[in-house]
């Protein structure tokens, strides 16, 4: 008997199926609409800080107008009845203004919501399919103090203000959960799929001012860095930075040391909303590539064929947005004020871009700022993208609340499509792959016809005629298809007796055990797969 192929091990059917059924799924593009979150954060700062609100409003600035169904993901804010008027509103005045108004979406968490249940119920998910080759991008969007850095890395503790760095604590925010979670899987892929293996790399920028600053080099070590399309990418219009550093990560600790740099090279400032208040918006990214180890007796070409397109990769963009403000909220004067219009700036370039995107418009001013540049491919473009609202539930913010509920409202309405990051030529090897390991579980079933049926398989590959493939075979049937209809013995009524095995197929009503394959299939299959992988 032949020596047993490596590389294309034996695969049960019900895996096999799974197999199949990835493969084609990864090789088509998926439509998704931009995902939104609102999360509510509850009225600590509020109710801490209540003397800050000097003036007397005729209303308790601290109350609740935002009230949430966890069972519909609804949000509905309403300015209480018994409250008094809004602000600038007479009594009798501005009843529409004041009306509840309620809003849908894929996902509310609310007060109760802890950091883990957060990262359950809407960042793993998305994760877990960037880590089968999609991009991803989860950012946060809200005024300022609603809640954003806390989401995204945990909250800041102690006179040092650090963030939590224990991936199980559990206020732990979004970011070392995907640490964890990255880490998790590859750790697990080691043992099952051992012909494949992990590089990950971290870079983190600020946008500050209309700047990008890498942060994790020190402010003296910066240099210039650009944002650029990579025509290699699998749209050929993928942003990269030209110029960050990236850093190399596999274990949390290396997660962490990323994290607790950029914290240190961060603009933070306080205001009389919030403490520690960012004052850029922070853009996190994990570059995940996937490769194909060259197996043993590959040949040295197929070995330099795997090396150039044996890759499959994904981006992460973690994105922790400065917040929208008000001057006289924040009580910000000299360069906290000049930081603040530059952040109502570019999120009002982000409002325009998402008008453009739902309206249909034919231009996207995405090259007005900076950041709608960045967020180009996450919004309208090759991206799974989750965005995550978070507001405040007091009446001192009420309207700010209400703005940001309406302008997520309009970002769910934003389409991407996604489409794993795999080099063409590898995905057309992978379907084959799927496709060789399909026929050899076939044949290996067949108590009859293997020879005949692989010798016709042989035939209709181009054989020994040497005929081209594509016009020995049916264009409609795959050529294991073939193989199939033409094994007789093995199914000797088509009709009468057809069994279905899983996805439709006509099963082998009298196979009674597996018989190892004969040297002749084994040839076969060797030679057809020497030219389907590299025709
Ligand atoms: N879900 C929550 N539970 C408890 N405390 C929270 C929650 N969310 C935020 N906080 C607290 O509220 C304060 C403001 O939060 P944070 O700094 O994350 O706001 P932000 O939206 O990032 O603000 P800015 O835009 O100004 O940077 C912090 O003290 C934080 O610990």
């Given at each position: ?16 199926e ?26 600590v ?12 409003l005729?209303?308790?600035?601290t ?17 209480p ?13 501005g009843?529409?203004k ?10 509310v ?7 883990s249940?957060?990262?359950e119920k809407?960042?793993?998910p ?9 991009n991803?991008?989860?950012f946060?969007?809200?005024?300022t ?30 970011i ?10 590859i750790?697990?892929?080691?043992t ?18 209309e700047a ?13 860095l ?11 219009r ?5 110029g960050?550093t ?23 400032g ?8 960012s ?6 990214t ?10 043993e007796g590959m040949?040295?070409?197929e ?23 008000r ?29 453009a ?26 991206s799974?993208?989750?965005?995550i609202?978070?507001i ?6 009420h ?7 309406r ?5 769910k309405?934003?389409?991407n499509v ?10 057309r090897?992978?379907?084959?792959e799927?496709e ?28 020994a005629?040497?005929k ?11 050529w ?9 013995v ?13 996805n439709?197929r ?20 060797k ?9």
């Open positions: 008997m032949a020596p047993k192929r490596q590389g294309l091990p034996e695969l049960p059917p019900k895996q096999l799974q197999e199949i059924e990835t493969v084609k799924a990864l090789s088509s593009p998926t439509p998704q609409r931009v995902l939104v979150a609102v999360r509510v954060r509850p009225p700062i509020e109710r801490k800080n209540a003397q800050k609100f000097d003036k007397p005729g209303y308790d600035p109350a609740t107008c935002v009230s949430y169904n966890l069972n519909n993901s609804a949000v509905t804010i309403a300015w009845s018994d409250a008094g008027p809004p602000r600038g509103q007479s009594p009798a005045g009843a529409s004041t009306a509840p108004k309620e809003f849908n979406f894929d996902s968490l609310g007060y109760e919501e802890g950091q249940s957060v990262y809407v960042v793993e998305l994760i877990r399919k960037c880590l089968e080759g999609y991803g991008c989860v946060c969007y809200g005024q103090a609603s809640g954003k850095t806390y989401t995204m890395e945990g909250p800041k503790r102690g006179t040092s203000m650090e963030i939590p760095t224990d991936a199980s604590d559990k206020d732990t925010g979004i070392l959960r995907v640490a964890a979670q990255i880490t998790k899987h750790a697990e892929a080691k099952k799929k051992p012909e494949l293996e992990y590089f990950v790399k971290a870079s983190y920028l600020e946008i500050y001012q990008l600053t890498d942060l994790l080099v020190g402010r003296d070590e910066q240099g210039e650009r944002i650029r399309q990579d025509p290699e990418s699998t749209t050929g993928e942003l990269y930075i030209s960050i990236e850093r190399s990560v596999s274990s949390i600790q290396d997660y962490v040391k990323v994290l607790q740099m950029g914290g240190r090279h961060r603009t933070v306080e205001t009389n909303m919030n403490e520690a208040s004052r850029s918006h922070a853009v996190l994990f570059t995940i590539e996937e490769r194909r180890k060259p197996s040949s040295a070409e070995a330099e064929m795997l090396a150039k397109h044996g890759r499959k990769r994904s981006k992460i963009h973690l994105i922790d947005l400065a917040g929208s403000e001057a006289n909220a924040t009580g910000a004067t000299g360069d906290r004020l000049k930081e603040g219009s530059a952040i109502n700036q570019s999120l009002s370039s982000l409002g325009n871009v998402i008008n995107l739902t309206t249909g418009a034919r231009h996207v001013p995405y090259r007005d700022s900076k950041l709608t540049y960045l967020l180009s491919d996450s919004l309208g473009g090759n799974l993208t989750l965005m609202t978070c405040t539930p007091t009446l001192a913010n309207d700010e609340s209400l703005s940001t509920l302008f997520a409202e309009r970002v309405k934003v389409r996604a489409k794993v990051n795999v080099d063409a030529t590898m995905m090897i992978m379907q084959m799927a060789i390991r399909e026929l050899r579980e076939i044949l290996s079933k067949c108590t009859c016809g293997a020879r005949r049926a692989a010798q016709d398989a042989w035939t209709m590959a181009g054989g005629a040497g081209d493939a594509s016009t020995s075979m049916s264009m409609k049937l795959p294991w298809k073939r193989i199939w209809k033409q094994c007789t093995c199914v000797p009524s088509k009709t009468t007796s057809e069994k279905m095995w899983p439709g006509v099963a082998p009503v009298n196979v009674a055990r597996s018989m190892p394959m004969t040297e002749t299939a084994e040839t076969v299959l030679s057809v797969k020497g030219k389907l992988t590299f025709a």
